[in-house]
């Protein structure tokens, strides 16, 4: 193979997503137990620069990794084996010195998760510089980025793209795929398409049990089989519910899925508890909120104790007022995050 660039810097600034139907469980590499569906968000973005620098004499992966322009040894650690396998595929990476740095728009410690935007960035760079130095421009851009952010990080392949995505193959989404997500904006209403998500942090920093951990639970867990079945109605729901635009049906919905996520957690053979005595307290708040206003507000929960408040764009002026006054005491010091849907990565450079 002939390598078209001695030197190639890529950069790519891409967010991460918050889940409506959840991914819990996976089997093999990296392929979901079921399918999942995601709002990609605006500002929780990570900016990922690679530089791959051609050297004749090098023939295996070599790299280093600054984060917040500090070489980040542990970060390494985590990345190594992510890169040995893209190898597989960017066969030029051995050839290659790739000197990687990376940054969060959101607070390190903010207990965000950073995972999703990271590997989607990382895999958006991997296939820009794949394209300078083959000269080859790949067919499917955003589908191949999305299949390698997924070996990073599930969750990641679905922030390759803006808006509403989908991963995991179901009869309701066509050309959904168990290895990369694809985008599904055509089939949203126009209730949906300006929601926001205001991110509460009730705790910061990292979070006593891995995703990786929740994952493996699932293994041997007695409800996992109910669950997946439970998960594909839900997808098949929530995509009709997309497309006819009923809020309520849809609050119901991604108030039942964030709940169901971790009553999982709650039941597994070794029971962990992520939520926190402040996220309870937001959850009926919002609930007796809602019922008392009718204002379009619900909560969802990733694998932590943050709340993340959806609500569409026109209901901004009550929420924001609502989490002022009622919300902001819950989080830990009154920290809260104001994202909304996103339009997807952008390519710096
Ligand atoms: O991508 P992972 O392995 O960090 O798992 C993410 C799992 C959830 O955030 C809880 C759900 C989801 O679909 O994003």
Redesign the pocket.
């Known amino acids: 193979m002939n390598y078209q660039k001695i030197e190639v810097v890529s950069r790519w600034q891409s967010p991460s ?3 409506l139907v ?3 469980g ?1 089997k093999g590499l990296q392929i979901p137990c079921n399918p ?1 569906i ?1 709002i990609t968000l605006d500002k929780a973005i990570s900016d990922t620069s690679m530089q791959a620098i051609y050297d004749e004499n090098q023939n295996e992966l070599s790299f280093d990794f600054y984060f917040e322009d500090t070489k980040n040894p542990s970060f390494e650690e985590k990345l190594k084996p992510f890169l040995i396998h893209a190898q597989s595929y960017f066969k030029w990476l051995q050839h290659y010195h790739v000197i990687i740095h990376s940054s969060n728009t959101f607070p390190h410690s903010s207990g965000i ?1 950073s ?2 935007s990271a590997y989607s960035a990382l895999a958006l760079n991997l296939c820009t510089l794949h394209e300078a130095i083959t000269g080859e421009s790949l067919p499917h851009f955003f589908q191949t980025a999305s299949y390698w952010a997924r070996i990073g ?4 392949c ?1 922030s390759v793209y803006g808006g509403y995505n989908a991963w995991g193959e179901s009869k309701s989404i066509a050309g959904s795929h168990d290895e990369y997500a694809v985008n599904i904006d055509t089939e949203v209403h126009p209730h949906f398409k300006n929601i926001m998500d205001s991110i509460l942090i009730v705790e910061k920093g990292k979070k006593a049990v891995s ?2 951990m ?2 493996a639970l699932l293994k041997q867990h007695p409800f996992a089989e109910k669950r997946y079945e439970t998960a594909y109605q839900n997808i098949d729901l929530l995509m009709t519910i997309l497309k006819s635009g009923d809020m309520s049906a849809f609050i119901q919905l991604v108030e039942s899925e964030a709940l169901m ?1 971790h009553s999982l957690m709650m039941s597994s053979p070794t029971p962990f508890i992520l939520m926190k005595p402040q996220t309870l307290q937001i959850i009926e708040k919002v609930i007796d909120y809602r019922n008392q206003t009718a204002v379009n507000v619900m909560f969802t929960l ?2 932590g104790a943050n709340v993340h408040l959806l609500y569409p764009e026109m209901e901004k002026t009550n929420v924001q007022n609502f989490i002022a006054n009622e919300l902001v005491q819950h989080c830990e010091n009154g920290l809260f995050y104001d994202n909304k849907i996103g339009t997807g990565p952008s390519l710096i450079v």
Do not use: E, F, M, P
């Not at 990080?153 to 990641?156: K, N």
């Open positions: 997503n918050i889940a959840k991914y819990w996976k999942s995601s998760a995972s999703a990080s599930g969750s990641a679905r995703s990786t929740g994952h996520l990733d694998a």
